[in-house]
């Protein structure tokens, strides 16, 4: 019950500021994900600040929360540098810095980061995640969406993870199938999760 608490509260000031809001209850849990895009500078996108706050909340009500905020530059050619801290439930606070690169067009976007986090022992991670929403007809387009992310150290592989959605956007409403996978240690032990999200853009 603590945990519905907390993600309750952190969800209704999250959604207070926020441009997308996707929820997919799943097979093994409940996903969330909550995004915030804000220039530093009005209508001026080089210096950017980017918020981010996902959960996993199982149905015995163990929950999972990650809240992380991006600062980056980004140049004309797409390619710019990333400051990132971040708190995660389980594992506490966390530094990064990196290399990203921004494309996007109509109806294709890829962000990509390769980063260090600042911990001990070092970590070495790789995060991408690429949209296409074609249109269809009217107001309806493809929405489909893939993200990335990988993280070693020195031990070698820590966790990596699989966010995949394919379905349809309706004025800003996208819904569809989803799946979420993770993989674990240098076994690359395996969870699974899917479901049905719906997200929607503001």
């Known amino acids: 019950m ?15 500021m ?12 409940m996903f ?4 915030f895009l804000k220039p530093l500078q009005e209508d001026n996108y080089k210096f950017t600040v ?5 959960g996993i909340v199982d149905y015995e009500s163990n929950a999972n929360i990650l809240s992380a905020a991006y600062v980056s530059y980004s140049s004309k050619m797409g390619l710019g540098l990333s400051v990132i801290g971040a708190v995660n439930s389980g594992s506490g606070p966390s530094t990064a810095g990196g290399i990203n690169i921004l494309k996007a067009k109509k109806d294709f976007s890829i962000f990509a980061l390769m980063a260090i986090e600042f911990e001990d022992p070092l970590g070495y991670s790789f995060f ?7 249109l269809l ?4 387009k493809l929405y489909s969406s893939l993200e990335l992310f990988t993280l070693f150290r020195k031990s070698g592989h ?3 993870s699989e966010r995949i959605r394919l379905g349809l956007d309706f004025k800003g409403l996208q819904f569809g199938l989803g799946t979420n996978l993770t993989q674990f240690t240098n076994e ?5 999760n899917y479901g049905v999200f719906v997200r929607k853009s503001f």
Request: charged share 20%; proline share 4%.
């Open 32 to 35: 969330f994900d909550i995004q």
């Open 188 to 192: 690359f032990i395996s969870a699974e």
């Open 158 to 160: 820590e966790v990596s």
């Open 128 to 134: 991408t995640i690429m949209r296409y929403t074609p």
């Open 137 to 140: 007809r009217g107001d309806w």
């Open 18 to 29: 926020a441009q997308s809001i996707e929820v997919m209850p799943g097979t093994e849990n």
């Open 2 to 16: 603590k945990a519905l608490i907390t993600i309750g509260f952190i969800f209704f000031i999250k959604v207070s």
């Open 50 to 54: 980017f918020s981010r706050t996902r």
